[in-house]
């Protein structure tokens, strides 16, 4: 697809209809595609749900040239919605104390997806445009989220989750920690061919790293979703350059 027959619109969901479009592209991705499922995946409409979800601000990225097809999507989740929510979602997984008791205004990310035509190119930039604008206006201090390698299979992961622990462990203050604890430290940092190890790391994984993202420690095996997680942690006050001309775009 050629990138300049796109005309890309982001915005917050307004509705249920809206809300059911971000559902239907999740349910491609992380049920059809990578074989996920969850106890309230509606196969039969295809959609991907859970109980979070009314809770969560949901950014929509559409094709106006395909008709408005939802393309993209994240899920929000700020601090005074967790407590409505009851907790964060990403709670069920990782022990988030260090952020819950640094007092800073908290962002929760999650269920972020492509449709495959749009994987590689500037979609993905549209929507962290439209997530910066939103960390400006709530004034949010830390984001934080659990991003996938997806298949459980650890021993097969053991490289490119070993770099993550080596390289890119959040400091003690941001260092959440797995509930049911899978290490990260598998293979000897000397041991490791990086370049090998950074070519499985997916791509969303990665350009979190980029932007000056960390890890926490410890990643979680969810079997139900086919996935083995791990918690990322950006810090507003600790982004590289690249990050904050971003945020600075974003908020302009």
């Known amino acids: 697809m050629a990138l300049d027959e796109t005309e890309f619109t982001v915005r917050l969901a307004r509705g249920d209809s809206d809300i059911r479009a971000a559902q239907r592209l999740r349910y491609d991705v992380f049920v059809k595609e990578l074989g996920g499922s969850g106890a309230l995946v509606d196969h039969d409409a295809r959609l991907e749900c859970d109980r979070f979800d009314p809770y969560f601000d949901h950014l929509i990225l559409r094709d106006q040239s395909r008709g408005g097809d939802v393309v993209g999507v994240y899920r929000l989740l700020r601090g005074d919605q967790a407590q409505a929510a009851g907790q964060f979602y990403s709670e069920d997984e990782y022990d988030l ?24 190119g500037t979609a993905i930039m549209h929507l962290w445009q439209a997530l910066a604008a939103y960390v400006a206006e709530h004034r949010i201090e830390v984001l934080f989220g659990t991003a996938s390698f997806h298949g459980t299979d650890v021993a097969r992961l053991a490289e490119p989750l070993s770099l993550l622990h080596h390289r890119h462990l959040a400091p003690d203050d941001l260092r959440v920690r797995a509930r049911v604890f ?16 950074m070519r499985e790391v997916p791509a969303l994984i990665k350009g979190y790293l980029r932007l000056g993202g ?33 945020y600075t775009r974003g908020g302009a």
């Open 214 to 246: 960390v890890v926490g420690e410890g990643a979680f095996v969810d079997r139900a979703f086919n996935t083995t997680d791990v918690c990322l942690v950006m810090d507003t006050q600790r982004l590289n350059a690249k990050a904050a001309g971003l």
């Open 97 to 120: 104390e260090p952020l819950r008791a640094s007092g800073r205004r908290l962002l929760e990310l999650g269920r972020s997806c492509l449709h495959p035509d749009y994987r590689g």
């Open 182 to 197: 899978q290490s990260m430290d598998l293979v000897p940092e000397e041991r490791i061919d990086r370049r090998r190890a």
